[in-house]
């Protein structure tokens, strides 16, 4: 079954325009865990504008705790700033199972495009094996349609398909439009030795179509779908939902 890591950054967005300590970011992963859920992911940035480094810290403990993957996404080219010490150091404090390289600027609202492989292989390559000389299993960032040959060139364990233009394409009423792409790039990883996880945009209404359609996704990484449907129904409530999609899921593949 794919498995659900629950990305708690929109915790931190609220707690950071507020000031203080609520909500509490290690308080809504310890019940998203305690719903079931199989991982924790948080994207820290230079600007600290939601997760902090002392919040890594912190869940990094956590997750060690419950025996659960802890995975942690960032930029590998930004470089350190004053309360935020590079993707390379958080990741040497805490040691998480999986880091996930995504080449998000400053400037970006939020990640909304895969790695150029062809140009930035020989870029990445030092930095994939920096990360995994400290045992992190390593995803990188794709689009559909990226050149998984030159990703696998990296050195990289798994690629993470950006799934926004699936959810504009299923929110549309064109979900055809958009799979095969997806489709293909999912194969062609697979073909190459590539895992393949999926994350962005996806919602308890696009997930179960996706992961049908892929037939094999190793795990999907879901927070600001998961965290406003949240509000209505629930965190653990939430989450089970998602378990159950992902479990049905499985079912027809």
Not at 14 to 19: D, F, I, K, P, T
Not at 20 to 30: I, K, N
Not at 85 to 111: F, I, K, N, Y
């Amino acid at each position: 079954m794919t498995r659900l890591s629950v990305n708690v950054n929109k915790i931190a967005v609220l707690r950071n325009s507020r000031g203080g300590r609520d909500p509490d970011v290690v308080r809504a992963a310890q019940a998203c865990l305690d719903a079931g859920a199989h991982g924790i992911t948080v994207h820290p940035r230079p600007d600290a504008r939601h997760i902090r480094a002392s919040d890594v810290q912190a869940l990094a403990r956590l997750t060690v705790e419950h025996g659960v993957e802890f995975n942690i996404e960032g930029n590998p080219f930004a470089p350190p700033r004053e309360g935020y010490p590079g993707l390379l150091a958080l990741c040497e404090q805490t040691r998480p199972a999986q880091v996930t390289l995504v080449p998000d600027g400053d400037a970006q609202l939020t990640s909304d495009h895969g790695f150029d492989f062809a140009r930035e292989r020989d870029a990445l390559i030092p930095l994939v094996a920096a990360f995994r000389d400290l045992g992190c299993r390593v995803s990188l960032f794709a689009n559909a349609g990226a050149d998984v040959e030159a990703a696998r060139a990296t050195g990289a364990d798994r690629i993470e398909l950006y799934t926004g233009p699936w959810a504009e394409a299923f929110e549309a009423g064109t979900p055809d439009a958009a799979l095969p792409a997806f489709v293909s790039t999912a194969r062609a990883a697979r073909a190459a030795g590539l895992g393949v996880n999926a994350g962005h945009d996806l919602s308890q209404a696009n997930l179960a179509a996706f992961l049908v359609a892929l037939g094999d996704v190793d795990e999907v990484s879901i927070g600001h779908a998961l965290i406003g449907e949240a509000l209505y129904d629930g965190l653990e409530p939430t989450v089970r939902r998602y378990l159950a999609i992902l479990e049905k899921a499985a079912a027809h593949c």
